[in-house]
């Protein structure tokens, strides 16, 4: 399992792994222990959320991925999960167009693709003021932290629809960055990149 909190703490959970891939138990009392727990399923967290936070019905996208040749992606598209959630708020931030969504009807999806991940931005919306989250109240590290009451939205996005150069994921973020930074600057971004396994 790998834990998808903060960076340092997955890389030095990375590092107790010996030779066979083992995890070693690291010291009491620690924040890197309290992740080791979490990560080897001795201490489960449970986190009320409130209805209008909850992903609810799935709907699918259709994307051109960033890791073919466009000579492979003319007449079909990839699927890409997105929560209805999010596609009601879209608006607010940035248009299917931005996020290089296809919408001609005309372009099917591949069926049964396995091992592909698209990229991903996701936006949170910040309300409210900074506030302070105690060390007893933090369930994942125990450690005292700060923090702002938000919504967070996450959409899949692709290389442009163009069939004379393909654009890159790292273009495609900075843009994707730009547009929403000009629609609203509180808004808190961040991505995740396409995978294939």
Do not use: C
């Not at 409130?50 to 699927?79: M, V």
């Amino acid at each position: 399992m790998t834990w998808r909190g903060r960076a340092s703490l997955q890389r030095q959970i990375d590092n107790l792994r010996d030779g066979n891939g083992k995890l070693q138990e690291p010291p009491k009392g620690t924040a890197l222990h309290k992740i080791w727990e979490l990560v080897t399923g001795e201490r489960r967290i449970t986190r009320n959320r409130t209805d209008d936070s909850k992903p609810g019905s799935k709907l699918t996208a259709k994307i051109r991925p960033f890791g073919i040749g466009l000579e492979n992606t003319s007449d079909r598209a990839y699927p890409a999960k997105v929560s209805k959630r999010a596609m009601d708020e879209i608006e607010k931030f940035i248009t299917t167009a931005g996020l290089n969504h296809i919408t001609d009807d005309k372009i099917e999806i591949f069926d049964n693709v396995k091992g592909f991940k698209p990229a991903v931005v996701t936006i949170f919306k910040p309300s409210g003021t900074i506030k302070s989250v105690s060390a007893s109240n933090n369930k994942v590290t125990g450690r005292a932290y700060k923090t702002k009451d938000g919504k967070s939205y996450s959409y899949p996005f692709g290389t442009n629809n163009t069939t004379t150069k393909q654009q890159r994921e790292l273009d495609a973020r900075a843009t994707i960055l730009s547009t929403l930074t000009k629609k609203d600057s509180t808004l808190i971004v961040s991505f995740s990149s396409e995978i294939w396994k």
